[in-house]
């Protein structure tokens, strides 16, 4: 059983650009989240998806920022017109569906995806 | 409001010493559910325990061990006989859920150096 994946592993890109990351959850994980972590802190929250409805989006998501989960697999977090203050790790998660025995609140995270903007 | 506060930033021991990271947090919710994660130098989050609001028993896992004591809304770790691959940033987590969502609000996390 594979972890969740995340591509790519780093992105360097001027600003203004747009980027796009691509997170694949573990299998038959019905749930999905975002996380930004900049240094020296803890992850914060972005935004939550059950299937394929994004259920929670934090404050932290600007207009710049859109995340979609086609089908209920992997998901994607665009970013356009990148700023320098975007610069941070972008972290994905998942966890199981709500199943007797099964910890549904416990999230399995990627290695991340580091973003630059020159 | 939820909060997870770790107030160590950063500790340094000799190898084989014990070690407690300390963890305090606060929210309204009567069900919530409490995590450790470490952190290596890769990045990657790795699951280490969690915790629901309803079992307050200690728990020990190797090296491991975690007192969760609701009283003081803490949940403390300690790793005993410290190693240097347990050289890490370390992260409490609270799970909310009011909303069903059950993200997570982290702690600023405790960087840990195990000197050998």
């Known amino acids: 059983d594979t972890g969740v994946s995340q591509n790519p592993r780093h992105k360097i890109t001027k600003r203004g650009q747009n980027v796009t990351f691509r997170c694949d959850p573990i299998s038959e994980h019905n749930r999905l989240y975002w996380y930004r972590q900049t240094l020296g802190q803890g992850p914060e929250f972005l935004t939550y998806?059950?299937?394929?409805?994004?259920?929670?989006k934090s404050r932290l998501l600007s207009d710049r920022f859109s995340a979609e989960r086609p089908k209920g697999s992997f998901s994607t977090l665009e970013i356009q017109r990148t700023e320098q203050g975007d610069s941070a790790m972008y972290l994905c998660?998942?966890?199981?569906?709500?199943?007797?025995?099964?910890?549904?609140?416990?999230?399995?995270f990627g290695p991340g995806t580091r973003l630059t903007v020159l | 409001a939820q909060k997870v506060t770790q107030a160590q930033t950063e500790i340094s021991v000799v190898e084989k010493e014990d070690v407690t990271l300390d963890c305090v947090y606060e929210?309204?919710?009567?069900?919530?559910?409490l995590f450790w994660y470490k952190q290596p130098p890769s990045g990657e989050l790795v699951f280490l325990i969690r915790r629901n609001s309803f079992d307050e028993q200690n728990e020990i896992s190797g090296r491991y061990s975690w007192n969760f004591q609701k009283s003081t809304s803490s949940f403390n770790f300690t790793i005993t006989a410290s190693q240097v691959v347990d050289s890490a940033v370390y992260f409490c987590a609270l799970s909310e859920t009011t909303s069903g969502t059950y993200k997570y609000i982290f702690g600023t996390g405790t960087r840990l150096k195990v000197l050998a």
């Open positions: 998660a998942s966890s199981p569906p709500s199943l007797a025995g099964v910890d549904t609140d416990t999230q399995y």
């Open positions: 929210t309204r919710d009567t069900t919530y559910y």
């Open positions: 998806f059950q299937n394929e409805a994004q259920l929670e």
